[in-house]
T-cell receptor, first 110, second 119 residues
């Protein structure tokens, strides 16, 4: 049974700092891994998707990496801004369904 | 990205009534949609997988008679919370995977969520 864990659970950083969010999964037989952002009381916004054959994906200030052998993915946020404050969720997918991590609540201080 | 629309975004109902939540894929066809439930400050828990034209697949511990799912078309799935009670109050989110793209990544897209409050 796939289990997904995210560390840290919460993070508070000053504006401009580069930061790394971690995601671990127990079953390396994944189809893809996806990172999402969730603002309070809102749905989820897809940030990056990494297919199992890929090592990383980049979008603007965001870079996500995937290491299937170690069961890890990281989301790197460069030059953080107050608008980045949200909960970040990773989800590991088989061909059928996604299992979500516990989330990291990020607060970027102005 | 693909668009998934959910309605209503919030609903308040009395205990014992039933509430229906709709999930639509606006610009792609979804043979499968997923319904999640999220409690405050917790992650998403998969409730069931909605399959177009057939019965939904429920996760362990989810009451199928309490949470009725219907997937009548390739763009619409509905979740009905029957005889709602205060403990059913939660944030319900639907999602769908868009397999129709050239890249065929099966990327997952989410609706905006529906906040249910049962008095």
């Amino acid at each position: 049974k796939q289990e997904v864990t995210q560390i840290p659970a919460a993070l508070s950083v000053p504006e401009g700092e580069n930061l790394v969010l971690n995601c671990s999964f127990t079953d390396s037989a994944i189809y893809n891994l996806q990172w999402f952002r969730q603002d309070p009381g809102k749905g989820l916004t897809s940030l990056l998707l990494i297919q199992s054959s890929q090592r990383e994906q980049t979008s603007g200030r965001l870079n996500a990496s995937l290491d299937k052998s170690s069961g890890r993915s990281t989301l790197y946020i460069a030059a953080s801004q107050p608008g980045d404050s949200a909960t970040y969720l990773c989800a590991a997918s088989g061909t059928y369904k996604y299992i979500f991590g516990t989330g990291t609540r990020l607060k970027v201080l102005a | 990205g693909a668009v998934v629309s959910q309605h209503p975004s919030w609903v308040i109902c009395k205990s014992g009534t039933s509430v229906k939540i709709e999930c639509r894929s606006l610009d792609f066809q979804a043979t499968t949609m997923f319904w999640y439930r999220q409690f405050p400050k917790q992650s998403l828990m998969l409730m069931a997988t909605s399959n177009e034209g057939s019965k939904a697949t429920y996760e362990q511990g989810v009451e199928k008679d309490k949470f009725l799912i219907n997937h009548a078309s390739l763009t619409l799935s509905t979740l009905t919370v029957t005889s709602a009670h205060p403990e059913d109050s939660s944030f319900y989110i639907c999602s769908a995977r868009d397999w129709g793209r050239v890249e065929n990544t099966g990327e997952l897209f989410f609706g905006e969520g529906s906040r249910l409050t049962v008095l």
